[in-house]
Every structure is written in C-alpha cells, then in structure tokens.
C-alpha cells in the first residue's frame, strides 16, 4: 500500500462514494491506514490518498489511531485559526491554512456505531484536512490569495 502523491493526480482529485456497508474488507483497511499513516509520521489518512475512493479517513486523536467511516462537518465554529498545515500526498510542502477553530463531525466506527464528536484544535484541524481529501480537495486549494502573492 503506498501514499499517492501530487497535486495532479486524478485519484486524489475525485469525490469518494460512500461506505455502504461495513465489512471485514473496510476494518482491514482502517487497519492498514492506521499502520500506515503511523509509518509515515502522519497525523491522518484518508482512503483517497492510498487510491481507494472511499469515505473513510484514520486520525490520530489522544494519540490513539480512530477511524470514521461516513463523515460529515455539521458545525464548524465562526473561528477561525491558521496553522502551517502538510500532507502525506505533498511531501515537503508546507502551507498556513485558516479554519474553523472548532468542529462537530457525525460519523460512523468501525462497529457501525453512530458518533457525534466535538473536536477542537489539533484534532479539528486533521478531521478537516482529512475530510477535505474524500472531496478531492487538497489543502494547498485553500491557501489565501494573500498567501499565494
């Protein structure tokens, strides 16, 4: 399993269907993630960037590797902070990207159970980047004009 990388790739471009049913096959794929992005020095996983166009992301929250099948931002706060963001599909680039300081995500485990979680801070911001990628959207796409000139 490798770590699709570029900012054109076509994979990394498109929008994930829907996890529709939660197998076997979907666990060991949050596992494989997980090991993964653990390899990698990462902070988050989305199953985009290993080419499988699913909505499911893996993310390290209180240092423990969580999977979200289905995730959907139903809040975001009108706060906002920048953070130099970087991302396992644009090694060695680096960004400040302004978002929302506090999130509340609905998403699925594992186990099929139904969550809803308020995430802020670091957390907040991989939940976003992550979910960000099961659009197709990197997060060089969000770099302010500003910061672009």
Do not use: Y
Not at 36 to 48: C, D, I, Q, T, V
Not at 58 to 85: D, G, H, R, Y
């Amino acid at each position: 399993m490798e770590i699709l990388i570029g900012e054109k790739n076509e994979k990394l471009r498109g929008k994930s269907l829907p996890v529709k049913k939660i197998t076997q096959d979907i666990w060991l794929l949050a596992e494989s993630m997980s090991s993964l992005m653990k390899e990698k020095n990462g902070a988050g996983l989305s199953a985009p960037q290993i080419g499988m166009p699913l909505r499911l992301i893996v993310f390290l929250f209180k240092n423990k590797p969580m999977a979200l099948i289905n995730p959907e931002i139903s809040q975001s706060s009108k706060e906002t902070e920048s953070i130099e963001e970087g991302c396992l599909s644009l090694p060695g680039t680096w960004a400040m990207i302004d978002r929302p300081s506090k999130i509340t995500v609905k998403a699925k485990t594992l186990t099929g159970k139904k969550i809803k979680k308020n995430l802020s801070g670091i957390s907040a911001r991989i939940v976003q980047h992550e979910i960000d990628h099961l659009d197709g959207i990197l997060f060089i796409d969000r770099i302010s004009k500003k910061t672009k000139k």
